[in-house]
């Protein structure tokens, strides 16, 4: 299984432009999400959906958008790129949180944007 | 609400000897607890978990976790370290309180194991 996918890996912006960075998996999962990592920073939520249709915010969803319009598929969309969002993306995946499914995420293996 | 704490930036070893990572958390519910590893240049891989039942559970790789309720803590371990243990290594809570879809990430800790 390709598991979780993300495209491109690597990516430079100028300030203003705008791109999509993709997300699919293969593993019929319910809920995706969105972080941003930054070093020492963590992991902050971005956006997450719990089913085609259905997405929300998370903490730093500023300068972001999505949409999940098929289970797998989960594209995050920067709109007039700034400087403060140059990080690593990661997309992830989970079952949904109901009786025996406990939630572990599955990560793709992240997206490196640099806006200058 | 949910959270968790991560308390130290940098975990040093020397290969071979015993490693030791710490988490507390807090929740509102009961928590399911997570541990995930991140490799240079890589996403997160998930080691282990604790929902219910023995407190000690195992995961890959040899590491270990033990879920403390009164101390709110979950802190993972392994006998002994590797240098391919290097890495950063988060821990993470779900509250089971009804509502909750989205988990709780620590900052981190970097695991350096000298050879």
């Known amino acids: 299984n390709a598991g979780v996918t993300q495209t491109p890996k690597f990516r430079i912006l100028k300030i203003g432009q705008s791109m999509t960075l993709q997300c699919t998996q293969d593993?019929?999962?319910?809920?995706m999400y969105w972080y941003r990592q930054d070093p020492g920073m963590g992991l902050k939520l971005i956006y997450y959906?719990?089913?085609?249709?259905?997405?929300d915010k998370g903490e730093v969803p500023n300068g972001y958008n999505v949409s999940r319009s098929t289970t797998e598929d989960f594209p995050l969309r920067l709109e007039l790129a700034a400087p403060s969002q140059t990080s690593v993306y990661f997309c992830?995946?989970?079952?949904?949180?109901?009786?025996?499914?406990?939630?572990?995420?599955?990560f793709g293996e992240g997206s490196r944007l640099t806006v200058l | 609400a949910q959270s968790v704490a991560q308390p130290e930036d940098q975990v040093n070893v020397a290969e071979g000897n015993p490693l030791t990572v710490k988490c507390t958390y807090s929740?509102?519910?009961?928590?399911?607890l997570f541990w995930y590893v991140q490799y240079p240049n890589r996403g997160l891989q998930f080691l282990l978990k604790y929902i219910t039942g023995d407190n000690l559970v195992k995961g890959s790789y040899g590491f270990e976790a033990e879920f403390n309720k009164s101390q709110t803590s979950f802190h993972l371990k392994k006998p002994s370290a590797l240098v391919s243990d290097s890495a950063l290594y988060f821990c993470a809570v779900r509250d089971t309180q009804y509502g909750n879809n989205r988990p709780a990430f620590g900052k981190g800790n970097q695991v350096v194991v000298i050879p």
């Open positions: 992830a995946s989970s079952y949904s949180w109901t009786g025996a499914n406990t939630g572990e995420l599955f």
């Open positions: 959906s719990v089913g085609a249709g259905i997405t």
């Open positions: 929740v509102s519910g009961n928590p399911y």
């Open positions: 593993m019929n999962h319910n809920y």
